[in-house]
């Protein structure tokens, strides 16, 4: 079983910048595939990325790529997701989550383990 806990979420202008971290608790966090997903009250939760077991490849939707970078650390038991050029619609509750499927089934939506959350808020 894995615990997974986010940090690093604040308010931030447009254009900005924020690094979230997910701290693994639990063993074997590098035989996870793990991702991030984003939540605004109202609406069905977002892929936003994830990263294979060993971060040898990376999934990210058009509404991110080139903006968010996912990776992992395997030593730290941490994943992280930089945002760089943030929008007013990157604004919500962002989770991370940890699957021992695929890196597609996070794609897909399906995880194993989710997290608490942590708030991103982008304002003009």
């Known amino acids: 079983q894995v615990q997974l806990v986010e940090s690093g979420g604040g308010s931030v202008q447009a254009g900005g910048s924020l690094r979230l971290s997910c701290a693994a608790s639990?063993?074997?966090?590098?035989?996870?595939?793990m991702g991030w997903f984003r939540q605004v009250p109202g609406k069905e939760r977002e892929f936003v990325a994830a990263?294979?077991?060993?971060?040898?490849?990376?999934i990210y939707p058009d509404s991110v790529k080139g903006r968010f970078t996912i990776s992992r650390d395997n030593a730290k038991n941490t994943l992280y997701l930089q945002m760089m050029n943030l929008m007013l619609e990157d604004t919500a509750v962002y989770y991370c989550?940890?699957?021992?499927?695929?890196?597609?089934?996070?794609?897909?939506?399906?995880?194993?383990?989710w997290g608490e959350g942590t708030q991103v808020t982008v304002s003009s």
């Open positions: 989550a940890a699957t021992k499927e695929t890196a597609w089934a996070l794609r897909a939506g399906r995880a194993d383990y």
């Open positions: 639990g063993r074997d966090f590098s035989l996870y595939n």
């Open positions: 990263i294979h077991q060993n971060g040898a490849s990376t």
